[in-house]
């Protein structure tokens, strides 16, 4: 890893810069200007080339950087070289959804245990595992090691959650419930707002429906002018 | 709005900046600094400020942004201050989950329909909705005025109920499925990757973990130093 410490808003785009190096590997691209990366991501080059040289990553003038090398870069400067044993707490839809999803498996996130308090999801098997009661948590935690826990409980109960978590020896918490919390300065803590996406989708969406009524304007305005001149007039100015 | 168009660096901070306003107005908050909400999103003040100076909000010098002027900037520029009809397309956990999500009725996401192939599925009422075939996608985006869908199905069916929501009329799509798909220039297409936050969690959790060891050698070498003292030796150099 560089000597120089990697800044927060850095950090918070090396995933993000991953899962695009991850297509492109996936579409069997071998290298990538920072240009090209830039436009994917929706970041400017120079910046995207600052942020890699924290890792000590500089590309090829003219050919631009190794994609698989790059991959392997940014995934060891995110720790995502080896295994994380996580344990997501509240096995509602979302949290099974998360127990089956593929992608954490592939970055190296291990689930090493699933739990509830619900009498009728406990003893369960989801995803290969059985679902432990809550209050195995400071055992499990123990015995397998676990760093990062998974919060997909109601709102209400997310709080409580946490601070059991954080009890149990769990450093880093992910919260997909809407709740705010409150946690130790020692553990970290992000939340996952599921509708982010959706709202740069509804930006380009409004824009290209104001194109679209504009176009239909213009249209109209130019249907207008034809009308216009065919009956000798000056179009009316718009 | 500004007239100045607004980049899509810019655009894809900007939900983020919205997260942690509502956040701040969750907690009586009305009125935060660039650099306050620059510290909670992790980008520098300085981009903060040109960013929202795209939406004409300037902020007053020594008080800062008024958070729910700011709230209600953001969300006109990102087209959620009117509502948007949404079909969720694959009823597993994951768009059960959607289907249930809280998050997004609050920013203005419509479920207009739900929609599956499964016949234990088609027919059933999830989130208060009753659960259609695939085949009713065109119907119900004419009816139901549709402008997004959200993909939800497995990864060897997402290319494929793709082209059905853009044949049907679907001009943004939100894809949670892993697989790589192609649309048409004027349709958006957004991935959601579920494992993005926890990318982040990690490289703090190796930093801790690696301080921890750190801290560790420094408190053997501490103990080594002591016991030197103590047997009257200059501690070996480590």
């Not at 200007?33 to 090829?60: C, H, M, Q, W």
């Not at 003893?123 to 935690?141: F, I, K």
């Amino acid at each position: 890893m560089s000597a120089r410490p990697i800044p927060e808003a850095t950090v918070q785009r090396l995933p993000v810069y991953l899962r695009m190096l991850l297509d492109l590997a996936d579409r069997s691209t071998t290298t990538v200007s920072s240009e090209a990366l830039a436009s994917s991501v929706g970041v400017n080059p120079a910046k995207i080339r600052k942020d890699l040289s924290f890792l000590g990553s500089y590309g090829t003038r003219g050919v631009g950087y190794d994609v698989d090398y790059l991959i392997h870069q940014i995934s060891r400067a995110l720790g995502l070289t080896h295994d994380w044993s996580t344990a997501i707490v509240g096995l509602g839809n979302l949290g099974q959804a998360l127990a089956n999803y593929g992608g954490f498996a592939e970055r190296g996130f291990r689930i090493a245990a699933l739990l509830d308090v619900d009498p009728d999801l406990v003893g369960q098997t989801v995803a290969g595992h059985e679902v432990l009661h809550v209050d195995e948590l400071d055992r499990v935690v123990k015995e397998e090691e676990i760093a990062i826990g998974v919060l997909t409980v109601p709102e209400r109960r997310a709080q409580e959650v946490a601070d059991r978590l954080v009890a149990a020896g769990v450093t880093s918490i992910l919260n997909f419930a809407p709740s705010l919390l409150s946690v130790p300065e020692h553990v970290s803590l992000r939340k996952v707002d599921l509708s982010i996406e959706l709202q740069v989708l509804t930006f380009y969406e409004q824009r290209r429906q104001a194109e679209q009524a504009l176009g239909l304007r213009e249209h109209a305005d130019a249907a207008a002018d034809a009308d216009a001149a065919a009956s000798g007039q000056e179009p009316e100015p718009t």
